[in-house]
């Protein structure tokens, strides 16, 4: 039996216990889960720094600091989120319990990425946790130093064999791929998606694919266009490039692209200072590979801004390209960089026509002082979140489902979402056995006096916020008693 099978087993044997059920068991394994965020703070630092080169400020703003919020929140709401949830009732079930029990799913797998190795490792484990889950965790095998803190450090604050930490490569995923599972929750790319999909349907396995994709920034002339390209070069050049919603691209028009090249120019300077190589603040791309993935997708563009590299850092500057062609290198695959091509439109309407030609990115960005535009936009578009005049922070939303839709993924999170994308939310309806005369009008033989009564009762929904508890029980007792009256009449 393989590592990936035994550690499987022990979670699955270990859920069966019933231990996760309890709601103070799982708020007491959230609150471990944030004493290790608070305690291994020095770790988490230092392992995404060896990987990403990530600041000391960087690893809290963009790391920890989300995770503690999201941690917070589900410890504060736990109760409720859990709690039976009534529903609207219909005349048939007036007097019936009807409501939606949330439970847990059982087990669940959570894959990793390397950019964000906390955020979007432990994110959905929160929900996990929250939702009275077991889960298998499997960090990315890229930001290897991350994982190596995941293995040794996780096992010491949460249930070792409720929450294992599995690491190891691609033979190692596949090897937990081959085991069943109730859940599998993926962050990464497109291609990995097809295969864990492929994996989970041989289980009927229902999977959270958060991926990425070509998340296009609409600058309108209307706009602030000095704040407009500050938030822009924040949102693209953070973590180098490397994140899923960072703005893949820019759109505006042909008058204004001198000025917005400008401007960002500006705020990368003022942001990284003159030489960004040496700023502590700008990272590093995570491998070789990628590095040479990113110099290939600058073939045939033309550098405005940056283009300086070290391959032997992994190091490519903040980079603009200008007059950028849709068929270019750089627009056929999701950048994942510090590339930042801009390409002209005339109009509103020939961005919306070039968004909605290519596949549904993850996220939307609209600059615009003209609400009807971002309004306009957000109707004739589709894509897996949208924010006007800034970019990323609804990441930060925990209110917000953040995920994707078609190429850019499925299902979500955050908050209460997360909670309920890994619950099953269980319909329940508990009726008596009495009023048995009620039910004579489903009952063969079947009638069209029957049908007129089942249409009333079945039709008639009654808003019972807007009804005192008295009136619904009086209504109750007069169509009880008619329907009776009728029956016993016949």
């Known amino acids: 039996m393989s ?32 004493r290790f965020v608070r305690e291994r703070q020095k770790e988490i630092a230092e392992g995404l720094k060896k990987d990403l080169r990530r600041s000391e400020c960087g690893t809290p703003l963009y790391e920890t600091l989300g995770l503690e ?42 894959i990793g990425a390397w950019n964000y190795p906390w955020a979007v490792t432990i994110g959905p484990l929160i929900g996990a946790i929250a939702a009275g889950n077991a889960a298998v965790i499997k960090p ?34 596949q090897e937990l791929l081959k085991q069943r599972f109730d859940h599998i929750f993926y962050t990464g790319n497109g291609t990995v998606a097809k295969i864990i999909m492929e ?9 959270t694919l958060e991926l990425g994709g070509k998340s296009p920034c609409y600058i309108d002339k209307n706009c602030e266009l000095d704040v407009a390209c500050r938030r822009i070069a924040w949102g693209k050049y953070l973590n180098c490039g490397q994140t899923c919603i960072a703005p893949d691209y820019i759109l505006c028009d042909p008058s204004m692209q001198d000025r917005v090249i400008q401007e960002i120019k500006k705020n990368i300077k003022d ?3 003159e030489d960004p190589k040496k700023c502590l603040d700008y990272g590093r791309i995570i491998n070789e590979r990628h590095f040479k993935r990113l110099m290939g997708l600058l073939e045939g563009s033309t550098i405005a801004v940056g283009g300086e590299n070290d391959e ?16 270019a290198k750089v627009m056929q695959e999701e950048i994942f960089g510090p590339l930042l091509p801009i390409l002209t439109v005339s109009s509103a309407d020939e961005a919306i026509k070039f968004i909605n030609e290519r596949e549904k990115p993850l996220a939307l960005y609209i600059f615009s002082s003209e609400d009807k535009l971002i309004k306009r936009m957000i109707a004739e578009t589709s894509s897996g979140g949208v924010v006007a005049n800034d970019c990323l922070m609804h990441f930060s939303v925990s209110s917000l489902p953040f995920g994707g839709v078609g190429n850019s993924g499925m299902g979500c999170y955050h908050g209460k979402h997360g909670f309920d994308n890994l619950s099953h939310l269980r319909g329940c309806l ?5 009023m048995e005369n009620v039910n004579k ?50």
């Open 271 to 273: 942001f990284y200072t």
């Open 69 to 110: 919020s999201e941690i917070n929140l589900a410890v504060r709401n736990l109760k409720e989120w859990a709690a039976p949830r009534p529903v609207s009732k219909s005349m048939m079930t007036i007097s019936d319990q009807v409501y939606i029990q949330p439970e847990p799913l059982g087990l669940v797998l959570v």
């Open 430 to 434: 508990i009726k008596k056995l009495k």
């Open 140 to 173: 990315s095998e890229v930001s290897s130093h991350t994982s190596k803190v995941m293995e040794d450090f996780l096992p010491l604050y949460l249930d070792k064999e409720l929450y294992p930490v599995v690491t190891g490569g691609v033979t190692e995923t």
């Open 3 to 34: 590592r990936e099978q035994k550690a499987v087993e022990r979670a699955r044997k270990a859920f069966l216990t019933g231990r996760s059920q309890s709601l103070e068991y799982r708020i007491n394994q959230l609150k471990n889960l944030l």
């Open 441 to 490: 009008m489903r009952y063969p033989p079947h009638t069209a006096d029957k049908i007129g009564w089942a249409r009333f009762f079945m039709l008639k929904h009654i808003d019972f916020g807007s009804l005192g508890r008295m009136a619904m029980l009086a209504l109750m007792v007069i169509f009880v008693a008619v329907i009776v009256q009728r029956y016993y009449t016949d």
């Open 312 to 327: 032997s850092e992994c190091y490519i500057g903040p980079t603009i390209l200008k007059d950028v062609k849709p068929d």
């Open 199 to 207: 994996a989970a349907a041989k289980h009927l396995t229902p999977t």
